[in-house]
């Protein structure tokens, strides 16, 4: 068989076990009366609902994630989820394998494999259309070395994440849906990144969106969670609306969404495309929507609030993959970014400014928010004490690393980070499940302390992902962080390098931090709740390891070669997924002396350091723990209160698109109405009085019709506006769709 064989059976798995997964629980659901299977008296539901989860508002308080006490009731077909949910995974993860294998083998690597399967939007017979006399649009699966990476990284970690759900989610009594909603978001993931062309990418893009909000929204009877997957879908539409006018323009240009066409067409002719700024349009439109899917500034508030779901859910959608759907994005477009970049210099001359490469450089852009969206978030994190929420906004930090990092055109380095982030990154969010798992809830690190004795393999795993998240030389994070650090500088970023620095620093401050306060010292917490510590069963320990392993040795992939000659295969592996551009439209090469690269690698294992010893310093065993970040707090109370309630973003937005927007935009229409309309309508009909029947036929026929229609309008306008807002999430998905089918029409109309 060959690669394109294998290809199309790479997301079928996970959406067959999906129908499987979802038909048993529809199946249990209504012989329960449509009610989830109850658990026990004395189970991790009744537990969590008076525990500590609840009792310090953490998200995770679900309804029980196995090792509990007492009995449980039975949960129908559970044997047939555990299996089908992971053996699904699985099977992609193998077919990915035998995928990746055959084209090796076939090409080496060197030419992408596409396998059609069938015309989605025919439109042959339509010439002219779109500019293009025969524009199609099929359903098609692309297999080069970027899509390889990403669905080799995003099977394993996805299986190994699978496995561990079934030890975590044991004793849930959703447990059949939870599994079908994972398989649906590995579906919907494969096909995003497999995807031939910008329509099928964009289905995924659509799919993963829904995913997030059925995941993070699990527990909906959870006010807190329903309203968490209401923002991450309201906060991704905001973007995708971005995504939908990058997609229309590269139609616009081409005539195809087809990436290899596109591609091609851009590389062979870029001052045709770039003339005008439609290019650099194009990237910006489409990086809108990558801020609203990797939470970059300003559509970022979503992701910290997705802990609401499941810790898994964390770790698969918010750490390893879907987050980093936007990176992938970028980085598959990275021909169209560089065309940007190259015009901008022609436009602007050989010294151009700050503001005149933002408004003609959409790559500086993708950079300069990048950066910042890095430093803002550690900020943030530096005084979060929710265990997930310290990770959610490392998250948000390392995902502005990776834009960095596609920003300075070092689009290999960026999607290295992709690779290393995934592995340590679930292992850390996979590992605070094991801590929330041993301590029935407990979410604030303020309430841990002292654990390592007690589950040393979560504490291991653990400590090795944040050795690699702090850039500690020799484990993955060093090597892909340091690329980033030393592309930025060597392209004339010096500001920015300066924010990724201290970035780094930031992050390996609070992440030992974390260690320190969750694993070192005294217990902080019940006396109760220390007496049941325990580990973790194999099926979460067995994963955590995998993940650690990885978090050590998938960095050396990509050695700096100025360190061994020919070590960053990584880099060479990706090389033909990035078109050649004409020489003129080819920047020349920044190439750094040995003595700057290692001085730039010697600067960030520095900062590291310091940050590793600060937080070794700040918090350390004894009788007052806290003592010295007190003394700090009580120094600076404003800056404090500002970063720990995340710069008041979330109340900015609240008070002026809930609020001023939606609530006070209403009430505009509802007093235009009253007194502007009504007063119209009050001052004719006094100045017609008296006057003929003609006067009187003409005031009820034309004028009262008028401004009675003018009043329903504002009326029909303010009632609408409410429905609008019903804050169901069905409505809005419609809306969507009906806007985009318009949009379609009028485009097809009028090109």
Known sequence: ????????????????????????????????????????????????????????????????????????????FKSLHTWVGPIASGLSFVFALLAIGSWWKETHGHHPIVATLWTWIPMGANA??????????????????????????????????????????????????????LNLFMFAMLTLVLGANMAILFVGWEGVGLCSYLLIG??????????????????????????????????????????????????????????????????????????????????????????????PVSALIHAATMVTAGVYMVARCNVFFRISHEWALKTLGENPTVWGLLTHDASFVVAVVGGITAFVAATIGLAQTDIKKVLAYSTVSQLGYMFLGCGVLAFGAGMFHVFTHAWFKACLFLGSGSVIHALSGEQEMTAMGGLRKKIPHTFRTMFISTLAIAGVPFFSGFFSKDQILGETFVKGHPVLWVLAALTAGMTAFYMFRLIKMTFYGEYRGPKETWDHVHESPATMTVPLWFLAIGAIFVGYVGIPNFLVPGGNRFEAFLEPSFPVLPPDWTPHPHVASHSLEWTLML????????????????????????????????????????????????EFYEAVFVNGLV?????????????????????????????????????????????????????????????????????????????VFALVCIYIIFA
């Open 1 to 76: 068989m060959t690669a394109s064989d294998f290809l199309p059976w790479i997301p079928v798995f996970p959406l067959l076990g999906f129908l499987v997964n979802g038909l048993l629980y529809l199946v249990a659901h209504s012989r329960l009366g449509g009610k989830d299977a109850p658990l026990g008296s004395h189970g991790h539901g009744d537990a969590h609902a008076a525990g500590h989860g609840a009792s310090h508002g953490g998200p995770d308080d679900h309804a029980g994630h196995g090792g509990g006490h007492g009995a449980h009731a039975e949960i129908p």
């Open 218 to 311: 699990y527990y909906y009877k959870k006010d807190f969670a329903a309203d968490a997957g209401k923002k991450a879908f309201v906060m991704n539409r905001i973007g995708d609306a971005g995504f939908l006018m990058g997609l229309f323009a590269c139609v616009a240009m081409f005539g195809t969404v087809d990436f290899g066409k596109m591609f091609a067409a851009a590389a062979a002719s870029p001052a045709i495309y770039a003339a005008g700024g439609l290019m650099t349009f194009a990237c910006l439109a489409l990086f809108v929507g990558a801020t609203g899917k990797s939470a970059q500034i300003p559509l970022f508030v979503w992701l910290p609030d997705a802990m609401a779901g499941p810790t």
């Open 603 to 650: 600067a960030s294992i520095a900062i590291a350091g310091v940050g590793i010893l600060l937080a070794t310093k700040f918090f350390y065993p004894g009788s007052a723990p806290f003592a010295l970040p007190e003394k700090v707090v009580a120094a600076f109370p404003k800056a404090y209160r500002w970063v720990r309630n995340k710069y008041y973003v979330d």
């Open 663 to 739: 609530k006070k935009g209403g009430r505009l229409l509802w007093e235009i109405d009253a007194r502007v309309v009504d007063g119209v309508v009050n001052g004719t009909r006094h100045l017609t009085v008296g006057v003929s029947h003609v006067s009187s036929w003409f005031d009820k026929t034309f004028v009262d019709g008028a401004v009675n229609g003018v009043g329903d309008s504002f009326q029909a306008a303010y009632k609408g506006y409410g429905k609008l807002q019903s804050g169901q999430t069905q409505n809005y998905a419609f809306g969507m769709a009906a806007g």
């Open 128 to 181: 002219g259309w779109f500019g293009s006399p025969d524009f199609s649009v099929d359903v098609a699966f692309r297999l080069d070395p970027l899509s390889a990476l990403m669905i080799f990284f995003v099977t394993l970690i996805g299986t190994l994440i699978h496995v561990y759900s079934v030890g975590y989610m044991g004793h849930d009594e959703g447990y059949g849906r939870f599994f079908a909603y």
